[in-house]
T-cell receptor
Framework: EPEVTQTPSHQVTQMGQEVILRCVPI?????FYWYRQILGQKVEFLVS????????KSEIFDDQFSVERPDGSNFTLKIRSTKLEDSAMYFC??????????FGQGTRLTVV | AQSVTQLDSQVPVFEEAPVELRCNYS??????LFWYVQYPNQGLQLLLK??????LVESINGFEAEFNKSQTSFHLRKPSVHISDTAEYFC????????????FGKGTRLHILP
């Protein structure tokens, strides 16, 4: 069964450092998303991506965040200068038209 | 914009007892509805979905949910829970636009008592 894969599963970084979270969506899907879940809290939408551009972003997704689909298979989330409050589980998701979203297992980001 | 309300943050229930996890949504347009489950220290897994057709949908592990448009609800039920059902359950909604994001409720933690 096809699945969304995310790497790494856990990343520890120092405050102020840049991090890149990587995702490989399901190959024939068209729509891609990043979500985050702060420990014990709800799953929050960050950004959606379609046809090589951002289609929607939340207020959380400020100038420190960027997304890219560099080679037609990977989908990355970059945080330019991490803050303590960026510590969370980050989920990548992809979907085809009129279907549910498939989620990866997540990357736990710890900013110290 | 869509929103989801899960009023119960935690539901304790005895093993083999029935359970209902409540979900209400708000939307001005047609929606798809989902229940996702998150087992401890794991990712999000789709439990069941309503896209169209029959308003009663079922999962392979005994859960079911019914889309009630008039009450804007999509409650999750199971007639007899097992200890392995211990998890966080998230109700979610998306508009039927082609690429609309999925919006999650705050989640309900199902706590199975022995």
């Amino acid at each position: 069964e096809p699945e969304v894969t995310q790497t790494p599963s856990h990343q520890v970084t120092q405050m102020g450092q840049e991090v890149i979270l990587r995702c490989v969506p399901i190959s024939n899907h068209l729509y891609f998303y990043w979500y985050r879940q702060i420990l014990g809290q709800k799953v929050e939408f960050l950004v959606s991506f379609y046809n090589n551009e951002i289609s929607e972003k939340s207020e959380i997704f400020d100038d420190q965040f960027s997304v890219e689909r560099p080679d037609g298979s990977n989908f990355t989330l970059k945080i330019r200068s991490t803050k303590l409050e960026d510590s969370a589980m980050y989920f990548c998701a992809s979907r085809d038209r009129n279907t549910e979203a498939f989620f990866g297992q997540g990357t736990r980001l710890t900013v110290v | 914009a869509q929103s989801v309300t899960q009023l119960d943050s935690q539901v304790p229930v005895f093993e083999e007892a029935p359970v209902e996890l409540r979900c209400n949504y708000s939307s001005s347009v047609s929606v798809y509805l989902f229940w996702y489950v998150q087992y401890p220290n794991q990712g999000l897994q789709l439990l069941l979905k309503y896209l169209s057709g029959s308003t009663l949908v079922e999962s392979i592990n005994g859960f079911e949910a019914e889309f009630n448009k008039s009450q804007t609800s999509f409650h999750l039920r199971k007639p007899s829970v097992h200890i392995s059902d211990t998890a966080e359950y998230f109700c979610a909604v998306s508009a039927t636009n082609r690429d609309d994001k999925i919006i999650f409720g705050k989640g309900t933690r199902l706590h199975i008592l022995p």
